[in-house]
């Protein structure tokens, strides 16, 4: 009998060791139950591969090696990003007047794919930004910043509840939303000094 109940504790210990470990593997998520289903975070989304693209093209773009605009444009257009704003929209069209005229990516992509942003934030500047998001499909957001500053991601549900809140030189956010309702995406830059970025959402 004791040996039956030794065994049983063993299973016990294994099964919470499990599934302690898959929840350790999940990225931030809501904090509270009923609004988001945590999803793990894939090794390499489109987000994160556009908001890597659109640094590697800013930095190029700054140092004046046109040549290096090549690669991160052929992958935001492969990818289908699409600026949000008039800021993106010209900054976009600036990178794609340098890049070498050959191997110039096409203007357009796929109909549907990551939409970003681009803007500056003065020191302990913030801003806030309204997005909706469908019930039952994963939504992702990624923010980065060329000039490598920390910076900080919340997101609030449309029932004023933390979806996530990260503070990063990449900070991202992965969720299922409960229910098609709009967020809020908070972007606060911590630092004592300004900082640009790219807010990727998909």
Not at 10 to 15: D, F, I, Q
Not at 105 to 125: C, D, E, F, I, N
Not at 152 to 162: K, Y
Request: aromatic share 4%; proline share 7%; with cysteine.
């Amino acid at each position: 009998m004791k040996q039956v109940l030794h065994n049983r504790r063993k299973g016990l210990t294994a099964l919470g060791s499990l599934a302690f470990a898959t929840l350790a593997s999940c990225g931030p998520v809501a904090t509270h139950s009923g609004v988001a289903q945590p999803v793990a975070m894939p090794s390499d989304p489109a987000t994160v591969r556009v908001a890597n693209a659109l640094v590697q093209a800013d930095r190029a773009a700054r140092s004046g090696d046109n040549a290096a605009l090549t690669s991160p444009l052929a992958t935001i257009s492969a990818l289908g990003a699409h600026p949000l704003d008039t800021a993106a929209q010209s900054t976009l069209a600036l990178w794609q007047a340098k890049a070498p005229p050959d191997t110039a990516p096409p203007l357009r992509g796929r109909t549907l794919g990551p939409g970003y942003r681009h803007g500056t934030l003065k020191a302990g500047g913030d801003l806030q930004i309204e997005q909706t998001f469908l019930s039952g499909q994963k939504a992702s957001i990624v923010l980065s910043s060329p000039d490598a500053a920390q910076l900080r991601l919340q997101v609030i549900d449309g029932a004023s509840q933390a979806v996530c809140q990260h503070t990063a030189a990449r900070p991202s956010c992965e969720w299922v939303p409960m229910f098609t309702q709009r967020h809020l995406i908070h972007v606060i830059n911590p630092s004592r000094r300004k900082a640009r970025f790219y807010l990727v959402v998909d």
